[in-house]
Structures are given as C-alpha cells and as structure tokens.
C-alpha cells in the first residue's frame, strides 16, 4: 500500500500549506473578539479550496478523499475555528453537486467558484429558550415549502451565504433544502462560546415560517447530518481537524521548550504526544484511502477515525498544557 501523494494530492497540500500561515496569523484575534475571519475565506478561494470536493464537471476541483484530509489537517493547525466551518462548507457543496436540483445546483455551485460564497449546515435540532426541544417541520404547499423550528451549533453561521438543512412533514418524512441566508424569517440565535473556537460562529437558527421553492430542496433520499451518506466528507473532515488541533498543540509544546531542561516525566509524556499524534494520523490516511477506493464500504473506517481522533486531539491538547507548566 502506498500513502504517497498523488501529484494532484501534493498539489492540494500545496495550497493549503500555502495559505495557512495567513489562517493562522488572523485566528488569535479573531478567537478572541468571537469574529469568523471572512477574510481567510478569500484566501481559500484563491487557493483553489472552496470547491475542493465538487465535481470538476461541475466547476470544482474534484479532490480525492486523501487530499481533502491533508487540506482539512493543515487548516486545522492554522486555525481550528476555521476548520470545522470549512469542513461544513466543503461537505454541503458536496451534497449540492450531488443532489441539487438543476438550477439551484448551477446558481449557488457558481456562487461559491465565482464570489468564495460560503455554505454551512445545519443538521442538530434546536430548543427554544427554555430548553423545550424546537425540531424543523416542513410543510409544502403547491411549489413552495414553509419552515418553522429551530436548528443549533451551525458552524460558520455568521459569515454564510447558503445554509443547508433539513425537516420533517406531516407524515414524518425528512427533506433537505439549500436555503439563501437573507430569506425573510431565518435568524441566528443561541451563540456558543467554545474554548479556542469562538471564531467558527457556530450559533443557532431560528426558521419563522422561511419559504423556499421546491427547486431549493435536495432530491438524494439521506438525512442531512448523518455522516455516514455524505461521501464520509464530514467524519474524515473532522477527524483531520481534531488531527490538525493536535499537530498544532505538540508542535507548540515542543518550539515552548526549546532551550529548557525538562524532567524525564515530561519528556516521555512529550514523546507519547508524538506517538499518538501519528497513529492516528497513519489510520485518518488508511480511512482516506479506503473510501477513495471503495466509498460505500468506509464506513467502520471513516468512525475508526474519528473516534480515534477526537480522543487523541483532547489527550494531546491537555498533556501539552501539563508540559507546558499549564
């Protein structure tokens, strides 16, 4: 098995790399007013990574599951909070390419290749103020949908163009829409204040009574959210991130102690950082791979992943603040 970059996939790593100390000289500030960097969007289209997993038939780059993984990892590293949104974003353009209806698909694929327009999702049900659980009902009447719910941590929410989300109608059957952010009766509420993220804008929706024709609505039969029928574009995007977190915090740690004479327990909690780092790193490939090679069979590999990630990424984040002398 070889894990070597193809020439396209060394190119994607290119262009991320290419960008990221840009990414990562924004996220400070932008951490801490809470502000996404919209600029950083910019710097992405320019790099050719807004449209990185649509189809090139359809404008995109067409990226493979590797190279999307080492753009999401790199990213990761320069700016988490930008990461996760970005993550969303390429997964929803994805699913747009995919299942969009004719006009809608060509207006807002055009949008983002043309203008950097940027997507977020929104797929985990909201609650009302009191906590009472607010799900999305759509209700279809003739050739136009009415929405009313709520929808939470909506990544990106403040700087988007497009949110993608989905209801239930009478009969409890879920439908997914491509929905313009400027339509009347979508607001954002419920902003959450994340360590270290406060900058992906990841807020909550309100939908009172937002309309959008039936060309808006996708037309693939899979629930928004669910990671397993979205091309494993969201597992292997946030495993990369978390990935990238932890890259980023051992990294840190070992600049941080340059010069220092470090206690032998220190020093082996940092080589253990190391290990874990790549472990995970050598199976988010393996996953990658595997769901280039066979898409519909990924699925233990892409939760492997994440699963793998997500713990590695807390573990390595907190020893790297004990190394530290946090």
Same mark, same amino acid.
């Given at each position: 098995?070889?894990?070597?970059?193809? =020439?396209?996939?060394?190119?994607?790593?290119?262009?991320?790399?290419?960008?990221?100390?840009?990414? @990562?000289?924004?996220?400070?500030?932008?951490?801490?007013? %809470?502000?996404?960097?919209?600029?950083?969007? #910019?710097?992405l289209r320019a790099a050719g990574l807004?449209?990185?997993?649509?189809?090139?038939?359809?404008?995109?780059?067409?990226?493979?599951?590797?190279?999307?993984?080492?753009?999401? =990892?790199?990213?990761?590293?320069?700016? *988490?909070?930008?990461?996760? @949104?970005?993550? %969303?974003?390429?997964?929803?353009?994805?699913?747009? @390419?995919?299942?969009? #209806?004719?006009?809608?698909?060509?207006?807002?694929? @055009?949008?983002?290749?043309?203008?950097?327009?940027?997507?977020?999702?929104?797929?985990?049900?909201?609650?009302?103020?009191?906590?009472?659980?607010?799900?999305?009902?759509?209700?279809?009447?003739?050739?136009?949908?009415?929405?009313?719910?709520?929808?939470?941590?909506?990544?990106? !929410?403040?700087?988007?163009?497009?949110?993608?989300?989905?209801?239930?109608?009478?009969?409890?059957?879920?439908?997914?829409?491509?929905?313009?952010? #400027?339509?009347?009766?979508?607001?954002?509420?419920? !902003?959450?204040?994340?360590?270290?993220?406060?900058?992906?804008?990841?807020?909550?929706?309100?939908?009172?009574?937002? /309309? /959008?024709? =039936?060309?808006?609505?996708?037309?693939?039969?899979?629930?928004?959210?669910?990671?397993?029928?979205?091309?494993?574009?969201?597992?292997?995007?946030?495993?990369?991130?978390?990935?990238?977190?932890?890259?980023?915090?051992?990294?840190?740690?070992?600049?941080?102690?340059?010069?220092?004479?470090?206690?032998?327990?220190?020093?082996?909690?940092?080589?253990?950082m190391s290990v874990r780092v790549e472990?995970?790193?050598?199976?988010?490939?393996?996953?990658?791979?595997?769901?280039?090679?066979?898409?519909?069979?990924?699925?233990?590999?892409?939760?492997?992943?994440?699963?793998?990630?997500?713990? %590695?990424?807390?573990?390595? *984040?907190?020893? *790297?603040?004990? /190394?530290c002398g946090g």
């Open positions: 098995m070889d894990f070597a970059p193809s =020439e396209r996939e060394q190119s994607v790593l290119d262009d991320a790399r290419r960008v990221a100390p840009a990414l @990562a000289a924004r996220a400070p500030e932008a951490d801490r007013d %809470m502000r996404f960097p919209t600029d950083d969007l #910019q710097d807004m449209a990185l997993a649509v189809p090139e038939e359809f404008g995109g780059r067409g990226a493979s599951m590797v190279a999307y993984a080492l753009a999401a =990892e790199t990213i990761a590293a320069a700016d *988490a909070s930008l990461a996760v @949104a970005w993550v %969303m974003h390429t997964a929803c353009g994805w699913e747009i @390419a995919h299942a969009g #209806q004719p006009d809608t698909r060509t207006a807002v694929l @055009a949008d983002v290749l043309n203008n950097g327009a940027f997507i977020c999702i929104a797929g985990a049900e909201g609650r009302l103020p009191d906590g009472t659980p607010c799900p999305l009902k759509a209700d279809r009447e003739g050739d136009l949908w009415r929405l009313n719910g709520r929808k939470g941590f909506v990544s990106g !929410v403040t700087a988007a163009s497009y949110v993608v989300t989905g209801g239930t109608d009478a009969e409890g059957t879920h439908h997914t829409f491509v929905v313009p952010m #400027q339509t009347p009766g979508l607001c954002g509420s419920d !902003v959450w204040d994340g360590m270290g993220m406060r900058a992906s804008a990841t807020h909550g929706l309100a939908f009172d009574c937002v /309309v /959008v024709p =039936e060309s808006n609505r996708l037309t693939a039969d899979y629930k928004t959210g669910d990671f397993r029928n979205t091309s494993a574009l969201f597992g292997l995007g946030l495993s990369a991130t978390a990935l990238g977190i932890a890259q980023a915090a051992l990294d840190f740690t070992i600049e941080w102690n340059k010069g220092k004479t470090l206690p032998d327990a220190s020093k082996l909690r940092l080589g253990d472990a995970v790193r050598s199976l988010i490939w393996r996953s990658a791979w595997e769901a280039d090679r066979d898409p519909q069979n990924c699925e233990a590999w892409v939760d492997r992943s994440k699963t793998a990630a997500v713990e %590695m990424a807390h573990g390595v *984040a907190l020893d *790297a603040m004990r /190394v």
